[in-house]
């Protein structure tokens, strides 16, 4: 299992190395087809490692569990931002191909033309807006996305650790007394609060 793991974790850097080639070369395609063949690798690797956790010792499950949840995390993380990049690409070629339109158009006069340039201009800006604001749109909802992964994370890991705590000797049993005793000692401190204002304010009436 622990070769398969740090197999994934390579693909996964390799995966997010890949990433700063996407603006600094011209053959963006290519680049984004070899993320999208490590990302698919790394999930079918995600589904064996979900097979041998269960066959790895009782006792070392939860761990194992907990980093091979890491790794389909990331993978998440490489899918969504692959999908962010060909947005951005997208929107590019389709302004480029928006302006050269524009640019080939012929008119009559100079009006013409100078009203032209302020279109283009326009057409610019609020390209770019909407981009801008799709960007945030789908910033937010990968953020939720994480939140949500996070908040299954957290519970799984909080059933592991109970399971956990099970195999080491620590029943439900003794888990309800240990929460009764916890109730009762709350009691006593409020009781006890109680009875020293109780005494103070005699104190304060009868010698005072």
Do not use: W
């Not at 050269?100 to 302020?118: C, K, P, W």
């Amino acid at each position: 299992m622990d070769v398969l793991y740090h197999q994934t974790s390579q693909l996964i850097q390799e995966a997010f190395d890949l990433f700063h080639k996407l603006d600094s070369i011209p053959d963006s395609d290519k680049v984004e087809n070899d993320i999208q063949f490590k990302i698919n690798a790394i999930n079918g690797n995600c589904e064996k490692l979900d097979i041998l956790v269960f066959k790895t010792p009782i006792n070392q499950r939860p761990m194992a569990k907990m980093r091979v949840d890491q790794l389909k995390y990331d993978n998440k993380h490489l899918q969504a931002s692959l999908i962010n990049a060909q947005n951005k690409r997208r929107r590019r070629e389709q302004e480029k191909s928006e302006r050269e339109q524009l640019l080939s158009r012929r008119f009559g006069n100079d009006h013409m033309a100078i009203t032209v340039d302020y279109m283009a201009q326009e057409n610019t800006s609020l390209q770019n807006s909407h981009r801008n604001v799709d960007e945030m749109l789908h910033t937010g909802s990968s953020i939720l996305e994480t939140l949500r992964y996070n908040r299954d994370t957290l519970k799984g890991a909080h059933r592991r650790l109970i399971d956990l705590a099970n195999t080491l000797g620590l029943s439900n049993a003794t888990i309800s007394l240990i929460e009764k005793r916890v109730s009762q000692d709350k009691y006593v401190l409020f009781g006890g609060m109680f009875v020293t204002l109780s005494v103070i304010a005699l104190v304060i009436i009868y010698f005072i």
